[in-house]
């Protein structure tokens, strides 16, 4: 464990005896500054608009779906040439957070929020008025796209480690996953209606005044949380990082800044260095994979209920996806309390059992050694089994054509599986490393979009070898494969995270 991670859990950073740099008076006396100065109320107000501004990354990939066989055909491509657009797109959302997400981890959150959500604005200014026989020009302003959308959900996360501690990231992880979890539920809805209605050029046109009032919103309301440019808070930044509408005015009060809060300036590295932390690169693997594999559900969803059931029509079946969708959005805000709870509760039980062994004397308690691993890497056998296991059944119950109800219910109890371990991983990666949450973030989006993107390519060839019901047991099986990986971080986690903290102090 770093040593910043050790000032969180203490909520605590040593006044320097020299003054920083520029007119920022340092703190001079020995009382601890707080890990960040702002309150509760305005943690869930800025975490909330970091979220709502991540809708955008599932959003926009989901909201095409519905368009998909109209654009086909007025583009006179087959349907498989217009789903590379989607592949394409994949690609560059796996990509392109990791330069975005590492730029907001050194420049600030802020702005770099403001340039992702315009070029998604133009982008959609682009597609919307793109001709019909340019299907070259498609597939680029698609990749644009991808890279204005894809880095709101690092972005986000990255403003989690910045003011949220340990003790309260199960619940505001919960909270941050909750909106880019109705992306995939509203995202075919509001396409299939655009289309059908107005037009495919109408679902661009709703993209790009979205995204254009979100980045007014952020413009007048997101302060700066980068530890480097505001400490705690405290510091007052320079206009380009203060929103035009202060909601919270004593950062305007100069003799509270606390230049001790400020981290030291990290050079700008390349995101991909963190995946030589062995428990990093294991965690973003395990994740990936899991993803793959609901990606797989989700993706596949309106052509096989289309075989399956062929009595729905495009509006029906895109309504099927509610069930997946409001199962993630469910379990998304469940799962961040209950984390939270277990957290608490095994690190309560954790120092009880080190002060016994220390003779009651808490200054021996050495908050490094604390397992954050097993703390929350434990909850996710509850997670992961009842989704793998409603995965096999769904391919079953397709199989054998049973009532729609049955795999409605299944896919519901699979949305609030994913987003159960989905706020685990993320939660534990923050937690490693809390100073490069943008960073982390790409790093699993990369991971997550990749797989995808490789699931959505051989996901007919397995299933025209083994039809519904096996093509879904292999993977399952896949995922129950991953298991030990887990049980490899709760064993050496702790061994890594303590020989990266050494390595740093040298």
Known sequence: MSSSEHNEDQSVVGAPEKEAKGDIPAAVDATPAPF??????????????????????????????????????????????????????????????????????????????????????????????????????????????????????????????????????????????????????????????????LGWRSIFWFLCIASSICAIIVALFMPETLRNLVGNGSIRPSFWYRPLVPLMPRNRDDSAQDASTIPPQRKLINPLRILVSPDVFILLFFMAVQYAIFYGVLASLSSLFSVVYPYLNQTEIGLCFLALGSGNTIGTLGMGKLLDREYSRFRTKWLARRRREAGGDEGDVDENDFPIERARLRLMPWCLTPFLLCTIGYGWCLQFRVHIAVPLILQFIMGGCVSGFFNIITALTIDVFPNQGGAITACNNLFRCLLGALMVGVFDIILNALGMGWTYVLLGLIGFAMYPLTNVVMRWGPVWRENRRRATEK
């Open 36 to 197: 960040t100065i702002f309150t509760m109320r305005e943690k869930w107000y800025i975490i909330n608009l970091a979220a709502w501004s991540s809708l955008f990354s599932p959003l926009t990939a989901n909201v095409y779906f519905p368009a998909i066989p109209v654009m086909a055909e007025q583009f006179h491509k087959s349907t498989e040439q217009i789903n590379l657009t989607v592949t394409v797109y994949m690609v560059f959302q796996g990509v392109t957070p990791m330069l975005f997400g590492n730029l907001a981890d050194r420049s600030g959150r802020r702005p770099i929020f403001m340039i992702c959500l315009l070029i998604l604005a133009l982008s959609c200014v682009g597609l919307a008025l793109c001709p019909t026989d340019a299907y070259w020009l498609l597939m680029l302003l698609r990749c644009i796209q991808a890279a204005g959308s894809a880095s709101t959900v690092a972005l986000a996360s990255g403003v989690m480690g910045d003011i949220i501690t340990r003790q309260e990231r199960g619940v505001f992880t919960g909270v941050l996953m909750f909106a880019p979890s109705v992306g995939p539920t509203l995202g075919p809805i509001i396409g299939g209606g655009l289309t059908q209605g």
